[in-house]
């Protein structure tokens, strides 16, 4: 059964939610989803409420999803992109937040390339923190999202089988994705070559399979990561190409299949590497919905922080 409010006043990772909270997440998203639908898209729910968005690496998805979903509610919005900052400039994470603060600021949605960078601002300011990706440590609306739109496809996640393919190592996604299925009761597996598989995965409880076929025959839901190529320091598989020919999917693979999978993948897309374009375009592919769901979960895990404040 879902709580009446969040046990945490951040949103840093699904690590430090429990399955009450995700529940709760899911019911309020609910409701935003019918609002966002109607021809009035708009509540009034975070009228008095201003948030700064403050991207120091790039992003489409993410930061259009929670800028609409802050306005959606009714948030005042301001938007920080460290490339056309003054960080160019050498100034410190913690002397551009207080800045930002400086102008009344209530809540920050920051995505960072370092790991944990957004525990670390918890720990210095007063405003409430949404971790939108930190290096390869999590990511947790997207892992939200993803859920969502498996309950909404398949009815439940619990039960349900998820393998997640592909470049397991760099991902974010693929944590907080493994912690928030894992507390909802699915079954989780990862797939990709040995090099993209970190071994502290199976002190986690996933399975761990390096052949796509048997993955895919295996599971209810593939969720296809992106190759991070600027995040691979070092060569973890000869080529593209090669890698393609292993782990991407493609049509005929898909259709060889005994029953008919859900496909899902966080965006953005190699199309031709990790999945072909007509298996992301096809009827299995919930990809769009993904991003839909996005704006719906968003608005529920700022409206439920939000509510944290009184
Ligand atoms: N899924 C995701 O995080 O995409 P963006 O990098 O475009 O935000």
Partial sequence: MAADKLSTRHLLGIKDINREDIELIFETADNFKDVINRPIKRVPSLRDITIANIFFENSTRTKLSFELAEKRLSADVINFAASSSSVSKGETLIDTVNNILAMKVDMVVMRHPYAGAGQFLSRHIEAQIVNAGDG????????????????????????????????ILHSRVAISNILCLQKLGAEVMVCGP?????KHMASLGVRIEHNLIKALNWCDVA???????????????????????MYG??????????????????GPINRGVEITSDVAD???SIILDQVENGVAVRMAVLYLLASQRD
């Fill in 136 to 167: 390869a440590h999590e990511h947790p609306t997207q892992a939200l999202l993803d859920a969502f739109s498996i309950r909404e496809k398949l009815g439940d996640v619990a039960g349900k089988k998820v393998v997640i393919v592909g470049d």
């Fill in 194 to 198: 040995a090099t993209l598989i970190p």
């Fill in 223 to 245: 969720n296809m990561l992106r190759i991070q190529l600027e995040r691979q320091d070092i060569k973890y598989f000869p080529s593209l190409r090669e890698y393609a020919m």
């Fill in 249 to 266: 999917l493609d049509k005929q693979l898909l259709n060889s299949l005994d029953k008919e999978i859900v496909i899902m993948h966080p």
């Fill in 282 to 284: 096809s009827n299995q």
